[in-house]
């Protein structure tokens, strides 16, 4: 793709699953003054991004169902427009819960697009699998497994109220150092020094977003120390990567299974941020993966 000189536009591509509110978000920023263009073959839209520059902020839906669609494209596109000056882009990505999506799919009665001969399980299955890198990759996560319209619709605009312009969004995410680090991570915090809740019995099959763990680990004499400083960090870091034009930042807390204590940080500062008026998605990368007994954490 060509590069033009002139001020970013700002560029949001929104994608997700099939049943988590795509068509409701492109809608959302529609309202909110944005050009938007849904399911968007993924062959055009360099042509339709090497043309003139939009006047409005501009939201490209990309949908799975499209001809040409691919995770390989879609992924290289994204490296291409991560590196354009004329664009500042973000990418926003509807999820949900896959006994949500199956449940919403039967009450609708609609076949999955990804499965039409087939059991929408097997169809939920296979997109959330294709769809699993590019999921990784979100500026935005919303997760809409709890969500109706009217409070998707609030959530949106929060996110991308066009007066506000872009900001600097925040992902806090746990993981595992066994699996290794997040793709794409910044910044980066080693809390296997904290007591781990694995060896309590009583708190083994829990998780960091349990009470009884929060606890346990806010129990341990360095957590509050090392807390308020990882906390006024990022504070004070977080205006100068928005004066210089970061759109997204992603804090990393590792522990050794990425059940207990990265997610009892990650919870906590997530939530610490947001009270700062941050705006702040949050990602347990073990749990999604349904590996939370395969050892200490």
């Known amino acids: 793709m060509s590069l033009r000189s002139q001020d970013p536009y700002w560029l949001v591509l929104v994608t997700g699953p099939s049943g988590a509110g795509r ?3 492109i ?21 339709l991004l090497d043309g003139p520059a939009p006047q409005r902020p501009l939201a490209l839906g990309v949908d799975t169902r499209n001809r040409d669609f691919s995770t390989a ?4 596109l994204l490296v291409a427009l991560r590196g354009r000056p004329d664009c500042q882009l973000s990418l926003l990505y509807l999820d949900c819960r896959p006994d949500i999506l199956l449940r919403r799919f039967s009450e609708t009665r609609r076949r999955h697009p990804m499965a039409p001969a087939e059991s929408p399980e097997q169809g939920v299955s296979r997109e959330l699998d294709l769809l699993a890198p590019v999921r990784d990759r979100a500026d935005i996560l919303v997760d809409t497994s709890e969500l109706n319209v009217h409070q998707l619709r609030e959530e949106i605009e929060r996110w991308f109220a066009a007066d506000r312009g ?40 829990l998780d960091g ?5 929060q606890a346990h680990v806010a129990a341990d004499p360095l957590f509050a120390p090392f807390f308020t400083r990882v906390h006024d960090l990022v504070s004070l870091l977080l205006p100068a990567y928005e004066s210089e034009g970061k759109s997204h930042l992603t804090i990393g807390f590792g522990c050794t299974g ?12 997530a939530k610490a941020l947001a009270e700062d008026g941050q705006q702040v998605s949050i990602r347990h990368r073990e749990l999604e993966r349904h590996n939370t007994d395969e050892g200490p954490a």
């Open 73 to 76: 494209a879609l992924l290289e």
């Open 27 to 47: 809608h959302v920023l529609e309202d909110l003054g944005f050009e938007a263009i849904d399911n968007m073959p993924l062959s055009l839209m360099p042509r």
């Open 258 to 269: 990425g059940q207990h204590r990265s997610v009892t940080l990650a919870e906590r500062l």
């Open 23 to 25: 068509s409701t978000a």
């Open 166 to 205: 872009p900001r600097l969004s925040v992902s806090v995410q746990s993981f595992s150092y066994k699996r290794g680090l997040p793709r794409g991570i910044d910044m980066v915090f080693d809390v296997r020094f904290l007591s781990n809740p694995y060896w309590t019995p009583d708190l083994r099959l």
């Open 209 to 213: 977003r349990d009470a009884p763990v």
